[in-house]
């Protein structure tokens, strides 16, 4: 059994899906052949029903949620990016924009608190937001008042640890970006981007054509159900079977909201500290719980010897965390097993 935070595990059908694919020739077909655009309609169809994406964001397929930090500096950045964060992701996303982008500008913010948009002057390029901090387990959960704070604003927003998990607002921002192997419950080797109708226009002004992943490229490619270079068919065809069968986000998101909530009482009661001590910005999908180094690296190994991973803490939480996966792959009996070895 696995509770890292990702790569995690995999919805247990993927296994069938996989064994499918192989067997109907999916892994040797051409990627520009109708076929497999036929697949790449599918899951962009899928996601779109089964995630509530609204209908005018479009949906592109890209090698990682790395990636789409490359490309929302090349594609949308004219001049500045401006980063908010509270963990090592959104900062590495920072330190990724200022090898590539004139100017950044960080505003980072503590542990248990919001970040502050009182005294923001409106910033007319791109505000960068991480909605779920995998490396601490916080979150974001409101995000329109980044919106009203910037107006004129590029919102982009990293989504990896929460997009399949929870209900996301997407109006309340313009690029979505989540690597598949999390709350999709896929293998590693694929990320889902989001973009609004503005994230288009802006990238049309800018137009850097430049790069082989230019979102004007991008979205020319995807307008024909093609990718921008050969991509990874398997994955295509995973979330196109996938979203078949999972319920509607809003039931998803219901549940795993129920499963944090007891987590975390269960936890408590144990007289465990959790990392996050605002219950208004804990994570949803990532519960991280702090201890010193001895009692994480026991609680590791006793988890180990019975076959259980949990997940490393991180950054400069890396020895006095755990951290644990509440993806909807995860099922019952799993979190079943693992609370009854940590009573």
Wanted: with cysteine; aromatic share 10%; proline share 4%.
């Amino acid at each position: 059994m696995t509770f890292y935070p990702g790569p995690s595990k995999v919805y247990p059908q993927v296994a069938q899906y996989m064994q499918d694919a192989f067997a109907e020739g999916i892994l040797s077909i051409n990627h520009r052949s109708a076929e497999c655009m036929e697949i790449t309609r599918g899951a962009i169809d899928g996601l779109h029903q089964k995630l509530n994406i609204p209908a005018d964001y479009h949906v592109y397929f890209v090698s990682s949620a790395t990636e789409v930090w490359e490309i929302i500096a090349q594609s949308l950045t004219r001049q500045k990016s401006l980063h908010y964060y509270n963990g090592a992701f959104g900062e590495k996303w920072a330190d990724y924009a200022e090898k590539l982008v004139l100017a950044t500008e960080r505003i980072p913010f503590k542990l248990n608190e919001l970040p502050d948009l009182q005294n923001t002057t409106n910033f007319s390029d791109v505000v960068c937001i991480t909605q779920n901090e995998t490396s601490n387990g916080t979150q974001i959960k409101d995000l329109k008042p980044f919106r009203k704070a910037f107006p004129e604003a590029i919102i982009a927003v990293d989504a990896t640890s929460s997009l399949g998990g929870i209900v996301l607002d997407f109006n309340a921002g313009d690029v979505w970006f989540a690597s598949v192997q999390k709350c999709l419950g896929l293998p590693a080797g694929m990320a889902i981007m989001i973009c609004s109708p503005k994230a288009i226009e802006r990238a049309e002004q800018i137009n850097d054509c430049k790069f082989y992943n230019s979102i004007v490229f991008i979205h020319d490619n995807f307008q024909k159900f093609q990718t921008h270079y050969t991509p990874n068919v398997l994955s295509i065809y995973l979330i196109n079977r996938i979203m078949l069968e999972i319920s509607n986000i809003s039931i998803i998101s219901e549940d795993t909201k129920q499963r944090a909530k007891e987590w975390y009482a269960f936890f408590e009661n144990k007289g465990m500290r959790c990392l996050v001590q605002n219950p208004a910005i804990r994570s949803d999908t990532v519960i991280t719980i702090e201890g010193t180094e001895e009692e994480i690296k026991s609680i590791k190994a006793l988890t180990k010897t019975h076959g259980i991973t949990l997940g490393n803490g991180y950054g400069s939480w890396k020895n006095n965390t755990f951290r644990i996966a509440n993806f909807p792959a995860i099922e019952d009996i799993e979190i079943e097993a693992l609370i009854k070895l940590l009573k």
